[in-house]
């Protein structure tokens, strides 16, 4: 796919970050999953650095215990380089979730047992000054080619861990798996959810974001507890 302005620069950690982020599906993609919680696209200091959803270094380190090599995207943007686990910038948006799921549940063994972290588009936009472009704000031909691409892959892996849940991070997340789901044919059809987006430019992110996902999670009944060979999760 091509891009023009104002994207001068685009990422694909699928590609440069391509160790981590195959670490992070063959430990905990395995099995059925009864929640899927998907983001819209990377950050430039979580998922562009280190090939994991919301994927803040030391979240991913030391928490899912993930580290490897990391390579550099073909056209770098000089204000936006890729160091992976080498970064020392942190993804806010990665340590709120991260540090969300850690708080309920302690270790990742016992989060992944139920739920999977997923991103709808797996690239990184940047406009020459470097700010981060969002996927629905690209232009229309070239937005409808990459949410063709991205709606497969949603329903691929729809069909591959089968949840009953799947949770927008957000209101665009939300919006996609509600086409796909509308649009695909599947085994079994998930109940559709949403939280809040952690990220600090929202200012309702700002105010006990934590305790407003456990909240929206009551409201809409999405599952909190752990599967029937865990412990119940803890309360925030």
């Not at 796919?1 to 685009?10: I, K, N």
């Not at 063959?26 to 009864?34: H, I, L, V």
């Not at 909190?224 to 412990?231: I, M, N, S, T, V």
């Given at each position: 796919?091509?891009?023009?302005?104002?994207?001068?620069?685009?990422y694909n950690p699928l590609r440069y970050a391509r160790a981590p982020y195959a670490a992070?599906?063959?430990?905990?993609?395995?099995?059925?999953?009864?929640?899927?919680?998907?983001?819209?696209?990377?950050?430039?200091?979580?998922?562009?650095?280190?090939?994991?959803?919301?994927?803040?270094?030391?979240?991913?380190?030391?928490w899912l215990k993930i580290e490897a090599p990391v390579d550099k995207p073909r056209n770098e943007h000089p204000k936006r380089p890729i160091t992976g686990f080498a970064c020392t910038r942190s993804e806010v948006s990665g340590a709120r979730l991260w540090g969300l799921w850690r708080s309920l549940y302690e270790t990742p063994e016992r989060f992944f047992r139920a739920a999977f972290v997923a991103n709808y588009c797996p690239l990184v936009f940047m406009e020459a000054s470097g700010r981060n472009l969002t996927p629905d704000k690209l232009e229309r031909a070239e937005r409808a080619a990459l949410l063709a691409a991205c709606d497969e892959h949603l329903h691929q892996l729809l069909l591959t861990l089968e949840p009953e849940w799947i949770v927008g991070v957000g209101k665009f997340a939300e919006g996609r798996a509600q086409?796909?789901?509308?649009?695909?044919?599947?085994?079994?059809?998930?109940?559709?959810?949403s939280i809040p987006h952690p990220s600090p430019a929202s200012p309702a992110a700002n105010r006990n974001w934590a305790q407003s996902v456990v909240s929206a999670f009551e409201k809409q009944g999405v599952p909190?507890?752990?599967?029937?060979?865990?412990?119940p999760a803890r309360s925030v």
């Open positions: 796919m091509r891009f023009s302005a104002p994207v001068t620069h685009v992070y599906l063959e430990r905990y993609a395995r099995d059925g999953k009864r929640v899927i919680f998907l983001g819209m696209n990377p950050g430039p200091f979580g998922m562009a650095q280190t090939g994991v959803p919301f994927g803040e270094v030391s979240m991913v380190r030391d086409a796909v789901v509308s649009a695909h044919p599947l085994r079994r059809t998930p109940r559709l959810g909190l507890e752990l599967p029937r060979h865990g412990g």
